[in-house]
């Protein structure tokens, strides 16, 4: 059953033009030039109950516009969008019951207060029973395992601890629908995992819709079967990240160590030299002629280490990022 | 009938909880509160000035005794004082539309001006002014020898009600220019001025300044009126005038805020 479904979504930015300098200012002071940058255009797609997608992109790519117009924070330019039957940016109080919105950058929670009164006001905003709030929050608690730093001021919290918090801020009143705008930008390597492993294990324990933008590769990969992949404020990609690797799936890479310093030049007749450094290197080799190409290595060099590997993910996207249409390099 | 009921004791609930975290978060900075309590003050005694000077001179000034002027002035003090109370969230309003902090209010089911508009309230800026204005509308009331019936008390309630709601709507439209303009700094100042026009009473400025006051910029209704309708001073047009005010700018004010809603563009990051 379709939840969110986007049909030709456009939004145009307008803004007034800076021109450098006093003079500049001067001029802008009595004629101003507007400019217009379009964010998101003619984006379509559709979302299952229960999915996990993740928006990928470049900076200025427009992951976060469309999460903020398919959450009501912003009116589009034209095109149309339904979330669970409602039109976001109409921002009726039984949609706003219904989703709900967790961004990296910014906070929900009071910073001078402990968590626990921030979840005590969402808990009154959205009118949830106080019996199904202590069990909810009992067992959201527990999962991301922060029981203790309920009672501490959220500004005394590290950025991991306050990123779990601002997940049960959300999560308090059930919502069907989770957009997570960058949910683990700047934390340590454990800290992504345990919001990676929390989120995972929520989507699947109660089919919540989760609608992700991550710069975190690891982020999508470990919480999404289905990416899209948005450039210039349009869809290049829709499908499973594991596609995106096909795009190079012709190629591989060999990682090599010989006894002696290598030269860029004696590899040149093996494949493309990505890298060279002393008595290592890096090659890429198309995969049909992978195995006659290590023959030939072990022959004419010597090498004591060889490893082969695929063209990493990141690499897939990057092509993407690149290039607005799909199709293989 | 039961649903406005069942609202109205949600959103008092919620503006409870407001009151009560907005407490607690001053309570955390002592010395910020204090020095908040100590400022207020200050302008306190500045305005008071006025009114030192006013019984000092004990003239009638445009028909009005200097006790009952004592009495507009201890409204116009008494009103800031309330209005100081949510002025945070005005201060902060083209702050969260310029970094895009508004994303998160604007996401929640609940009435967004709600949210934005009173969500932090202060305390201490209001305690002074609340307590002297009472004083000098008492004070004034009492040696002016106007009459403390129940109407009269209720009438005066009401007007100052009227007036208090009048300067919500009023002062916040400058504010949601910040949608449009983003800074707009210079416009806040302005609008602080038109507010201090009320530091003195209406009757001293000019009819054509008055008229302006009362009908097309009605900030003349925010501190007077309540003095005047005691007084047996308002037409039965300038008592309809006086309700209707503030619902007509409410109006007008709530006509900008959805066009404001739209025009909001968030920030990156």
């Not at chain 2, 209704?221 to 503030?246: C, D, E, H, K, R």
């Not at chain 2, 619902?247 to 959805?258: D, P, T």
Request: with cysteine; net charge positive; glycine share 8%.
């Amino acid at each position: 059953m379709e939840i969110i479904t986007v049909q030709n979504l456009t939004k145009v930015f307008t803004y007034a033009a800076k021109e450098k300098g006093l003079k500049g200012s001067l001029r802008d002071l009595f004629a101003r030039k507007t400019l217009q940058k379009t964010a998101v255009e003619n984006v379509s797609f559709t979302v299952q109950k229960g999915e996990a997608v993740g928006l990928l992109g470049p900076n200025g790519a427009g992951k976060t516009t469309t999460l903020k117009m398919l959450s009501g924070i912003l009116y589009p330019t034209s095109g149309s969008a339904t979330v669970a039957g409602y039109v976001p940016w109409q921002r009726q109080r039984a949609y706003q019951r219904r989703f709900a919105i967790v961004m990296g950058q910014k906070s929900q929670l009071w910073p001078d207060l402990p968590a626990v009164d921030t979840f005590e006001l969402n808990r009154r905003i959205y009118e949830v029973d106080a019996d199904a709030y202590r069990r909810t929050l009992d067992e959201l608690t527990d999962l991301l395992d922060v029981r203790e730093l309920l009672q501490v001021q959220v500004r005394r919290l590290s950025l991991g601890e306050r990123m779990k918090m601002e997940l049960i801020a959300a999560l308090l009143h059930r919502p069907e629908i989770l957009y997570l705008d960058e949910p683990t930008i700047g934390l340590d390597i454990l800290s992504q995992r345990s919001i990676r492993d929390f989120l995972k294990y929520y989507n699947e324990q109660t089919r919540t819709t989760l609608l992700l933008t991550s710069h975190y590769t690891a982020d999508i990969e470990a919480l999404c079967p289905r990416s899209i992949i948005i450039n210039h404020g349009s869809v290049v990609f829709d499908g499973p990240l594991a596609e995106v690797s096909e795009v190079f799936g012709h190629k591989k890479l060999v990682a090599l160590k010989a006894q002696r310093d290598l030269t860029a030049a004696e590899l040149a007749a093996f494949g493309t030299v990505r890298a060279c450094q002393h008595n290592t290197a890096l090659l890429e080799v198309e995969r049909d002629r992978l195995q006659p190409c290590l023959q030939r290595l072990f022959g004419a060099l010597p090498v004591v280490d060889l490893d082969v590997k695929d063209i990493p993910l990141e690499e897939g996207i990057a092509y993407f990022y690149q290039k607005a249409g799909v199709s293989a390099p | 009938m039961k649903h406005l009921a069942k609202r109205l004791r949600y959103y008092l609930g919620l503006l409870g909880l407001f009151a009560k975290y907005s407490l607690m978060e001053q309570m955390a900075y002592r010395i910020n509160f204090i020095a908040g309590i100590a400022v207020e003050c200050g302008y306190m005694l500045i305005k008071l000035m006025y009114a030192v000077l006013i019984l000092r001179a004990g003239a009638e000034i445009n028909g009005l005794t200097a006790h009952e002027m004592l009495m507009c002035i201890g409204t116009y003090i008494m009103v800031t004082g309330v209005y100081m109370g949510i002025y945070p969230n005005y201060w902060a309003l083209p702050l969260s539309v310029r970094d895009g902090s508004l994303d998160m209010q604007l996401t929640k089911p609940v009435n967004t001006q709600f949210l934005v508009t009173l969500r932090k309230l202060d305390f201490g800026m209001p305690i002074p002014d609340v307590a002297c204005g009472l004083a000098l509308i008492v004070y004034g009331w009492q040696r002016a020898g106007l009459p403390v019936t129940p109407g009269a008390v209720a009438g005066f309630a009401v007007y100052c009600l009227a007036g208090w709601f009048l300067t919500y709507c009023l002062f916040l439209i400058p504010e949601l220019l910040s949608f449009w303009f983003v800074s707009t700094n210079g416009v806040q100042a302005l609008s602080s001025a038109v507010f201090d026009f009320n530091n003195t009473p209406m009757n001293l400025y000019p009819k054509w300044v008055q008229r302006l006051g009362i009908l097309l910029l009605p900030v003349f209704l925010i501190t007077n009126f309540p003095t005047l309708y005691v007084m047996g001073a308002l037409s039965p047009a300038m008592q309809v005038w006086g309700l209707a005010a503030p619902l007509a700018v409410f109006g007008i004010q709530r006509a900008i805020w959805r066009r404001a809603m739209r025009q909001y563009t968030s920030a990156s990051g």
